[in-house]
């Protein structure tokens, strides 16, 4: 079922993205999730990154790494996926981002560990990286942005790019602060937020608004964003645009046996993303963004083993 509110017409289009228009630089963390006996690497700006490129876009990664085993990893993982590693910086002395994971009686508990190697992105060969490869996106988070380094890459980035950038939020306790979120909504375009996080901006930047429309449309007044979206889980998504659109759908006749959620709003983030790459229709890519976020969650982990979990969607989007 869709319910449909919108001032302009639903067929409307996202206008095409120029520079390399399949580019995408992605800033932020690796993350392994270190288990006693193995590591998963992870993180929202990896996990989006993997699935722009099955979709056939070119995803750069903007990170830092250790020089250890993770890193290797990392390299052969992305090499194997075709993805480009040129954004990967190697750390000398600070390790691969990790999270250490505690399994206990009442199921996982994560450790985001402080002081990694993403914290230390080295601001002018980021830089350096960003205009050899022409994006035609950014996209950040907030976690990378806990250290003064990673911080001050970031806005090097982004200062006086011209280029759009989508904000996903990925709020982590304790690594944000009132001025993170006050920083990124400045630097962004379009942010993606869960409900969840949605009402932590309400009460830390005093939003006005009795629901999450009125308030994602004090916070697009404030910080002058085109677009906010918000995933409300089984209950589906929902877009507030700068000219008074608003669109919501809700979860489809399809059954999914939730295995877990993690990953979901990555899977989310990177069909939207898509969709604006691509020219496509709005309301199809809300649709799709959040169907494809429902089917990560019918998987174990974030990213699927296979490439073959992508090829449905490729035929049903063309």
């Not at 995408?24 to 999730?33: K, N, P, Q």
């Not at 993982?77 to 590693?85: I, K, L, N, Q, Y």
């Not at 929902?238 to 999914?256: K, S």
């Not at 790459?277 to 709005?282: D, F, I, K, T």
Request: net charge neutral; aromatic share 6%; glycine share 8%.
């Amino acid at each position: 079922m869709i319910d449909l509110k919108a001032i302009a017409s639903p067929v409307h289009s996202f206008v095409p993205l120029r520079r390399r228009a399949d580019t995408v630089a992605l800033f932020g963390e690796v993350l392994a999730d270190v288990f006693s006996d193995r590591s998963v690497l992870g993180g929202a700006p990896f996990n989006v990154a993997r699935h722009l490129k099955a979709f056939g876009l070119n995803p750069v990664l903007i990170t830092r790494t250790g020089n250890d085993a993770l890193h290797d990893k990392l390299l052969g993982v992305m090499t194997a996926c075709g993805m480009e590693t040129v954004g990967v910086q190697c750390d000398p002395v600070h390790p691969t981002g990790r999270v250490r994971v505690h399994i206990g009686d009442g199921g996982h508990r994560f450790e985001i560990l402080p002081d990694q190697a993403y914290d230390h992105i080295h601001a002018a060969v980021a830089r350096m990286v960003s205009l050899s490869i022409h994006p035609a996106l950014f996209y950040f988070g907030t976690l990378a942005q806990r250290s003064v380094m990673s911080r001050r890459a970031l806005k090097t980035l982004l200062h006086g790019s011209g280029v759009p950038s989508f904000l996903d939020m990925n709020l982590r306790p304790p690594w944000y602060s009132g001025s993170t979120l006050r920083r990124s909504l400045q630097m962004a375009d379009t942010v993606k937020l869960n409900a969840d996080e949605m009402a932590i901006l309400a009460e830390e930047l005093k939003l006005a608004g009795g629901n999450m429309t009125e308030q994602a449309r004090a916070l697009m007044q404030s910080y002058g964003l085109e677009r906010v979206l918000i995933t409300c889980g089984a209950e589906g998504a929902r877009l507030v645009e700068t000219d008074g659109r608003e669109l919501h759908v809700a979860t489809q006749d399809r059954p999914v046996t939730v295995v877990d959620t993690v990953g979901a709003g990555d899977g989310f983030s990177a069909v939207f993303i898509l969709g604006m790459m691509r020219a496509w229709p709005v309301l199809p890519t809300l649709e799709r963004a959040h169907a494809f976020a429902a089917a990560i969650c019918g998987i174990r982990g974030a990213i699927p083993d296979h490439d073959d979990f992508y090829q449905p969607f490729r035929r049903e989007w063309k």
